[in-house]
């Protein structure tokens, strides 16, 4: 039986187990995973991982223009969808990439803290199934992820690189995928 490489790594990421690739190190974890939060509170990620109905936009977070809501796949609701404006690049001051879209509700965390989002990043029922090593999958090769690094029209990037981040998420997930209290 043929497995494509994108069903390989979501088999991989949802049936391996949470220390396959480390050990239970729990100061570690915490450190690594306060590090890579600075991230995950950045603009570029909690645009489309917006709390509420509408995603946000500008590095101010502001409520999207036209009154976008998130509709019932996250890709936009009535004649306003995502792909109406969001191409597979950034076009004429349009941000884009493959497959533009909000983070699914569960996985929604806004102006959280950061026990909140590691909350919602392990909670399998509301992350896809992923364990912690499914995360560092996700945010190593996911578009929309990557695309944060790259956003075009003088918007400003995330605080560590991509490289880096990811780095932190494999150590976080490596040394037991623990949340600060």
């Known amino acids: 039986m043929f497995i494509r490489k994108k069903q390989f790594i979501l088999l991989l990421a949802t049936s391996l187990p949470v220390f396959a690739y480390g050990q239970n190190n729990e100061q570690e974890s915490i450190k690594a995973f306060m590090s890579a939060v ?54 004429a001051g349009i941000p884009g990439t493959d497959d533009w879209h909000m983070a699914p509700r569960p996985m929604s965390w806004g102006d959280s803290t950061p026990a909140e989002i590691c909350a919602t990043l392990i909670d399998t029922a509301r992350n896809g199934n992923r364990r912690p090593v499914g995360i560092a999958l996700h945010v190593e090769n996911d578009a929309l992820v990557n695309w944060a690094w790259a956003p075009g029209d003088k918007r400003a990037t995330p605080p560590l690189s991509h490289e880096e981040f990811v780095t932190l998420i494999r150590r976080w997930s490596a040394s037991g995928g623990f949340c600060p209290k």
Not at 71 to 82: L, N, Q
């Open 38 to 91: 600075k991230v995950m509170q950045h603009p570029r990620c909690t645009n489309c991982h917006a709390k509420g109905d509408g995603p946000r936009q500008t590095d101010e977070g502001r409520e999207h223009m036209f009154s976008v809501k998130r509709g019932a796949k996250d890709r936009g609701a009535g004649g306003y969808t995502c792909k109406s404006c969001h191409q597979n690049a950034n076009i």
